[in-house]
């Protein structure tokens, strides 16, 4: 499919981190010879209790009791502290667990919170500057993953009261096909629409899996009871795939999912779920349980945006979980896409931490120390792999993983690295802004592949990140917008009202207002003049 030229760019996903660390405080001067001697544990401050919340990309971790958490035992002792941390994927039950705690007055001291609801917090004034907090001198390892223009686009309402946690500059969104079911039916990996749909009707109706029931389906996804997945393949059939975007040939910013041609995109799901190729729980769905289908072997098809999903020999993956859920060992996945030159837009930092308005200073500080230190040779390593000579050897630079060990302490307790290492470097696989290499034995010839043929897609470029202007909702209209597009997918006949809808989108839930910001913002970034269209025909 042939897109014209864009340069895209989209609106913060929100996502979350925790955990926490920072230095010992200093030994005072050393007693003279005729002082009584003082043991360490009575001159040792009492320990600062900090309360983080943030996101973990899956919902296959946990953390282990404390006496297994060496993770945790580190950090506390490291920079004398006390960690209560809450986490969870990114959606509406953390957005309304930090929305109860602020209505309660018990915000954490550390959090992560998605775009839209971050706004907000920001124009209620709900969180601190970080001014006096975030430098390159307070986090000189930070400052090492983000460049201080990152930050400076990162930013909304003219103050600094978010910061983007160290985010991956390498995207791998993708769908995935199961392969040994296309080997068993004679099909190759789709390359466009036309062949995705004629899979998932194989996958629905040819028996794949070779049980002699009619029990599995095309493709899966998930709405979690509000929406219509943006992860359906006709957004990308009617090219308005990518989530937000700057169309540089016509000067004009482009809100895909509430486009006037979001109304054929609607139609066409409609006409594909009449097929019952897409599993029927797909818009109850919460995120991640769409991937529970996959590994029981009821659907071939899904979408992901994490590198590792199809491995042979990662805990977590698809891949491996299938296997083991459903005893078959032939079981694989490869990714493919029908929109490879314009999957989505260019890598943007997604994930901000902010810290609640009357969180007190030192609280603030240690969380800085903590969180800069994770973004450290020392605090990544152990976050993401554990102990050095246990989970993994190292020569200078060069990090060599032993799997065992790493599956050893972490598969059998909860996944917990995945927990640690979401805090401060969220979906980050690769250290070298920080000079490191890794070399993962895990990784098969497979992998590899997988990983060569994601690095193949195309990212238009974004540029900067977007925000309303102060006293707009783009929370209330992402809302009004999905409860449309869910009534017209499932409540009338056809899209003849999209239109009517969106012109309500545009007046009474001020979508002009909200998109002309957009457009003003990629207009100074880009220095040339850019329109937001809320007529377009």
């Known amino acids: 499919m042939h897109l014209p030229k864009k340069l895209t760019f989209g609106v913060i996903t929100s996502l979350v981190l925790l955990s926490g660390c920072s230095d ?19 001159t040792k401050a009492p320990p600062i209790t900090l309360n983080w919340q943030f996101f973990v990309p899956t919902n296959d971790v946990a953390l282990p009791s404390p006496d297994k958490d060496y993770i945790r035992q580190t950090i506390e002792q490291k920079f004398n502290v006390k960690l209560n941390m809450e986490f969870g994927v990114p959606g509406e039950d953390m957005k309304n ?133 943006k992860q359906f393949p006709e957004w990308y059939k009617n090219g308005l795939g990518i989530d937000l975007w700057y169309d540089q040939a016509h000067g004009e910013y482009v809100d895909p999912q509430s486009d006037i041609r979001a109304g054929k995109v609607l139609d066409d799901i409609r006409a594909t779920l009449a097929q019952k190729i897409v599993d029927p729980d797909w818009f109850l769905a919460k995120p991640g349980q769409e991937l529970e289908k996959v590994e029981a072997g009821r659907a071939g098809i ?20 299938t296997i083991d859920i459903s005893g078959v060992k032939t079981a694989d996945f490869v990714p493919f896409h029908i929109s490879p030159d314009a999957v989505n837009f260019e890598a943007l ?18 969380s800085i120390e903590i969180m800069d230190w994770l973004a450290s040779p020392e605090g990544y390593l152990l976050a993401h792999y554990g102990k050095e000579g246990v989970n993994y050897t190292r020569s200078g630079n060069t990090i060599t993983l032993i799997p065992d060990a790493i599956t050893k302490d972490n598969t059998a307790n909860g996944n917990f690295f995945d927990v640690y290492s979401s805090i401060f470097s969220y979906g980050v696989q690769d250290p070298s802004p920080i000079g490191l290499t890794i070399i993962d034995p895990r990784e098969t010839d497979h992998d590899r592949a997988i990983v060569a043929k994601l690095k193949t897609y195309k990212y238009p470029v974004l540029g900067t990140n977007v925000a309303p202007p102060q006293g707009y909702d783009i929370g209330a209209f992402r809302t009004q917008m999905r409860a449309y597009m869910v009534k017209v997918l499932f409540e009338e006949k056809d899209a003849g009202n999209w239109p009517k809808y969106r012109k309500e989108l545009m007046t ?30």
């Open 24 to 42: 010992d405080p200093s030994p005072g001067s050393s007693p003279s010879s005729s002082s009584p001697q003082v043991s360490a544990a009575e």
């Open 97 to 229: 667990k930090i929305n109860l705690k602020i209505a309660s007055n018990s915000m954490p001291d550390m959090f992560q919170a998605d775009g839209a609801q971050t706004n907000q917090m920001i124009i209620d004034k709900a969180v601190v500057d970080l001014t006096p907090y975030v430098s390159p001198q307070t986090m000189p390892n930070y400052y090492k993953w983000v460049t201080p223009d990152i930050i400076s686009r990162f930013q909304v309402q003219n103050v600094f009261m978010r910061a983007p946690v160290p985010y991956e500059k390498q995207q791998y969104q993708s769908y995935y096909v199961r392969k040994d079911w296309l080997d068993k039916l004679g099909l190759k990996v789709p390359t466009t629409y036309d062949e995705m749909i004629n899979v998932m009707k194989a996958f629905t109706f040819n028996d794949p899996d070779g049980n002699g029931k009619n029990d599995t389906y095309g493709f899966t996804t998930f709405g979690n009871g509000t929406t219509v997945s």
């Open 349 to 366: 930092p997604g994930v901000p931490f902010l810290f609640g308005a009357k969180t007190a200073p030192e609280k603030i500080k240690k």
């Open 508 to 537: 009474t839930y001020h979508g002009k207002e909200i998109f002309d910001n957009y457009a003003k913002t990629i207009s100074d970034v880009f220095k040339t003049p850019v329109v937001f269209k809320a007529d377009n025909p």
């Open 302 to 321: 899904f979408q992901s945006t994490l590198r590792t999903i199809a491995f042979d020999n990662v805990a977590t993956s698809v891949k491996k979980k």
